[in-house]
């Protein structure tokens, strides 16, 4: 995430953080297909600005808050279910951006 704080100050966390998250999909995707190991992975990240949080999730990873005891779910997993099977819709290096 070094590439992040590297963005410049100008740039929203929506810019910034797609920005980033597309050089490491597009990184991933280049390596699995060049060398076929199949290099997904799943993805959530928090960050807070201000009194902002932005939250960001790829795959089946899950972003939670917990508060008195209380689990709450804030994102969906990215899942497709056919046929009594679950699979990854979505994953860094799943596809070419």
Same mark, same amino acid.
């Given at each position: 995430?070094?590439?992040?704080?590297?963005?410049? !100050?100008?740039?929203?966390?929506?810019?910034?953080?797609?920005?980033?998250?597309?050089?490491?999909?597009?990184?991933?995707?280049?390596?699995?297909?060049?060398?076929?190991?199949?290099?997904?992975?799943?993805?959530?990240?928090? %960050?807070?600005?201000?009194?902002?949080?932005?939250?960001?999730? %790829?795959?089946?990873?899950? %972003?939670?808050? %917990?508060?008195?005891?209380?689990?709450?779910?804030?994102?969906? !997993?990215?899942?497709?279910?056919?046929?009594?099977?679950?699979?990854?819709?979505?994953?860094?290096?799943?596809?070419?951006?």
């Amino acid at each position: 995430m070094q590439d992040y704080f590297s963005t410049p !100050d100008s740039w929203s966390v929506k810019q910034s953080s797609a920005r980033v998250l597309n050089a490491l999909n597009s990184w991933l995707h280049r390596q699995q297909a060049a060398e076929q190991t199949g290099l997904l992975t799943t993805f959530s990240a928090a %960050i807070i600005k201000s009194a902002t949080l932005f939250t960001f999730h %790829i795959g089946d990873s899950r %972003i939670c808050h %917990i508060r008195n005891g209380r689990l709450e779910q804030l994102s969906e !997993d990215h899942q497709h279910c056919e046929q009594q099977h679950t699979y990854l819709a979505r994953a860094l290096g799943l596809t070419h951006t």
